[in-house]
C-alpha cells in the first residue's frame, strides 16, 4: 500500500484519533487535596515566654481595633510577619507573587490568631476560610462542616477555641483551618487553582484570582484592600517604621528571660512555625 494512498491516509487518521491526547495533569492547574505530610504538633523547639510584651493596636471581634489608621495597619503588620516563613513558601511552591498571602492575612484577620469571622458565618483560619471552601480543597472542619455559611457553626467555633483556652495546639485537632501551615497551604492552592480558570478579559491572572475569591460583588473592594496590604508589605520605610514603634513600645521586653526587641519577637514566633511541621513543608 502507497504512503500517500487514500486507505493509508484513512488508517493514520484513525490511529491520531483514537490515541489519548497528551493533556496536562489536572493538577498542573489545580491542586484539590492538602499535603500528605503529617504535619501535627511537635515541639521541636521550646514555647517563648514573654514578659512586658505590647502589641500595636488592640485586638476586637472584627480584628484591631484602633482610632488610628496607622496603629491598624501596623499592628495588622507586626501580626501577619510571625508567618511570613510559611507565606513564602507557599508562595514560592504555588508560583504567587511575593507578600500575597500576607496581604491577604492582613485583610481577614490582621494576623491574630484564632480570630473567627466576625460576622459568626463560620469562617476562620488567618486566611479566613469558610466551610464548603475548606471541604474542596481537602481540609478537615469541624463536626465536618462543609457549607458557605452557618451562624450555628460560627458559635461553635468561638465555644471550642473558649473551651480550649485559646491553645492552638489543640485546636489543630478538631479543625484544619486552625493550623498555620494547613490554612495558608489551601489559600495558595485555592489561588493558583483560580489563576488557571478561564481568563476574564482585563483582569491579571493574579487580579482573576481574587476575583473568583472575594466574588464579583466584593472583587473590587477586596482587590484593593489586598494591593494596598502588599504595597505596605514590599515598602522597607513601612517595615522599618513597624519595627521602631514596636522597639519603642517594648523597652522592657523579655523574651525567655532575656532583653527582646522586634526582631527577636518575630524570630521567635517564627521558629514555633516548625514546631507545626514547617521543616517537611516542601
Not at 157 to 173: A, F, M, S, W
Not at 212 to 222: D, E, F, P, Q, S
Request: proline residues 5%; glycine residues 6%.
Amino acid at each position: 500500500m502507497k504512503i500517500n494512498s487514500p486507505a493509508c491516509i484513512l488508517i493514520l487518521l484513525l490511529h491520531v484519533s483514537m490515541s489519548p491526547m497528551p493533556y496536562p495533569s489536572p493538577t498542573n492547574s489545580c491542586y484539590k487535596t492538602k499535603p500528605t505530610n503529617n504535619f501535627s504538633y511537635e515541639e521541636v523547639h521550646s514555647e517563648p515566654t514573654f514578659k512586658n510584651l505590647k502589641m500595636l493596636g488592640a485586638v476586637g471581634d472584627c480584628g484591631i481595633e484602633s482610632p488610628s489608621h496607622s496603629t491598624i495597619l501596623y499592628g495588622g503588620i507586626l501580626r501577619s510577619m510571625r508567618f511570613k516563613n510559611i507565606t513564602e513558601m507557599v508562595e514560592d511552591k504555588y508560583d504567587l507573587p511575593r507578600n500575597l498571602l500576607l496581604a491577604m492575612i492582613i485583610q481577614e484577620t490582621h494576623g491574630a490568631d484564632l480570630l473567627p469571622n466576625c460576622l459568626d458565618d463560620g469562617g476562620i483560619g488567618l486566611c479566613h476560610m469558610q466551610g464548603s471552601t475548606a471541604y474542596e480543597f481537602g481540609l478537615k472542619t469541624y463536626k465536618n462542616f462543609n457549607k458557605l455559611r452557618s451562624t450555628t457553626h460560627g458559635r461553635e467555633l468561638r465555644k471550642l477555641i473558649q473551651t480550649h483556652k485559646y491553645d492552638r495546639k489543640k485546636l489543630i485537632v478538631h479543625d484544619d483551618r486552625f493550623h498555620p501551615i494547613y490554612n495558608i497551604d489551601a489559600a495558595g492552592r485555592m489561588l493558583h487553582c483560580y489563576m488557571h480558570k478561564p481568563r476574564i478579559k482585563g483582569l491579571t491572572k493574579v487580579q482573576m484570582a481574587i476575583r473568583y475569591y472575594a466574588g464579583k460583588y466584593n472583587y473590587r473592594k477586596y482587590w484593593r484592600n489586598v494591593s494596598y496590604y502588599q504595597d505596605k508589605l514590599n515598602d522597607p520605610e513601612v517595615l522599618a517604621e513597624v519595627e521602631r514603634r514596636f522597639n519603642s513600645l517594648n523597652k522592657s521586653l523579655l523574651i525567655n528571660g532575656r532583653k527582646g526587641d522586634y526582631k527577636g519577637y518575630i524570630a521567635a514566633h517564627q521558629q514555633q512555625n516548625y514546631n507545626y511541621g514547617l521543616a517537611s513543608y516542601k
